[in-house]
């Protein structure tokens, strides 16, 4: 007859904790969204949207700001001020985010930016976005985070810090490798297709 109670104190202990560590991602998660937006969705300006981006990935990144790898004066002292543990916290909360959809105002021309990302340009030894980061550019294991729905000026300034050096550690230099090979016609293009994609399942990206 002692089971019982038992195994709903149990129970109602583990709630508790559940709804405290919700409650503690939830309070991590509030200063960043002025630049994030609510849930990191998104927000104003070329910020990127951390909703529904791999846990691995979003440690892996909020790490390399914390010890300096990746350089970025705000997010430097935001990240160095959290414990290993809450950075953990942060990066498992924004992975289980849903994405939102895509803007309504898609670039007029996604011709050549398209070209790129989905076949590349191989006579250059270009490859296609799609090839490590998914067929819908959403991304694809822990190394190759989603790319559709970023904002344009992020995405074009990542592109850049890859191909000056400012950023490392992607698998293998590919990033890098492949950004060298891209010009700022190119860069632009492939942000702008980039931006317009969907990185909501189930829902249509712009063409």
Not at 47 to 71: N, V, W
Not at 98 to 124: C, F, I, K, T, Y
Not at 134 to 158: E, M
Request: charged content about 20%; hydrophobic content about 35%; proline content about 8%.
């Amino acid at each position: 007859m002692t089971r019982i109670p038992l195994l709903a104190g149990l129970l109602i202990l583990s709630s508790a904790a559940l709804a405290e560590t919700a409650d503690t991602a939830q309070s991590l998660a509030q200063p960043c969204a002025a630049c994030h937006g609510q849930k990191g969705q998104g927000g104003m300006g070329a910020y990127p949207h951390l909703a529904g981006l791999g846990e691995t990935y979003l440690k892996r990144q909020l790490d390399a700001f914390a010890s300096g790898q990746r350089d970025n004066p705000i997010m430097k002292p935001m990240a160095s001020g959290l414990s290993d543990a809450q950075r953990a916290t942060l990066a498992r909360y924004f992975s289980k985010q849903s994405p939102a959809a895509p803007g309504s105002n898609p670039p007029a021309d996604n011709g050549a930016g398209a070209e790129l990302v989905r076949h590349g340009r191989w006579q250059d030894d270009i490859p296609a976005c799609v090839q490590c980061h998914g067929p819908d550019a959403r991304g694809i294991g822990k190394d190759f985070p989603g790319l559709a729905g970023q904002p344009a000026g992020y995405l074009q300034d990542q592109l850049k810090a890859w191909r000056n050096g400012k950023r490392q550690g992607d698998p293998q230099g590919l990033m890098s490798a492949v950004a060298k090979r891209l010009d700022d016609a190119d860069l632009a293009a492939v942000a702008d297709y980039l931006a317009s994609l969907s990185a909501a399942p189930g829902q249509e990206g712009q063409p």
